[in-house]
Nanobody, 122 residues
Framework: QVQLAESGGGLVQAGGSLRLSCAAS????????MGWFRQAPGKEREFVAG????????DYADSVKDRFTISRDNAKNTVYLRMNSLKPEDTAVYYC???????????????WGQGTQVTVSS
């Protein structure tokens, strides 16, 4: 079992930056693909970014390519999402997700965090 805890959300002006962190419990963190999803009010949860369990591959939603960067530190059992050039449409609850031996494009995570709110003001 993996437990995920997100942090780093908050309120930022358009054009600003934030870095989200997701700390994972357990000793097999390096075996999990890790990803970020988000859900805006009235919308379905959507995939944002993912990194394969090997750390060698990443994938991003078209809407965040060239602005967001996902990375992982297996020594710290942590995955990060660096978000630059934020836009009001990036406003959402951001969820961390894990998938055992998964690909970077995570479709059906086995584990979810509780989410962290990101609000981008115009």
């Amino acid at each position: 079992q993996v437990q995920l805890a997100e942090s780093g959300g908050g309120l930022v002006q358009a054009g600003g930056s934030l870095r989200l962190s997701c700390a994972a419990s357990g000793r097999t963190f390096s075996s999990y693909a890790m990803g970020w999803f988000r859900q805006a009010p009235g919308k379905e949860r959507e995939f944002v970014a993912g990194i394969k369990w090997t750390g060698l591959n990443t994938d991003y939603a078209d809407s965040v390519k060239d602005r967001f960067t996902i990375s992982r530190d297996n020594a710290k059992n942590t995955v990060y999402l660096r978000m630059n050039s934020l836009k009001p449409e990036d406003t959402a609850v951001y969820y961390c997700a894990a998938d055992l031996f998964g690909e970077a494009t995570i479709r059906h995570p086995a584990y979810w965090g509780q989410g962290t709110q990101v609000t981008v003001s115009s």
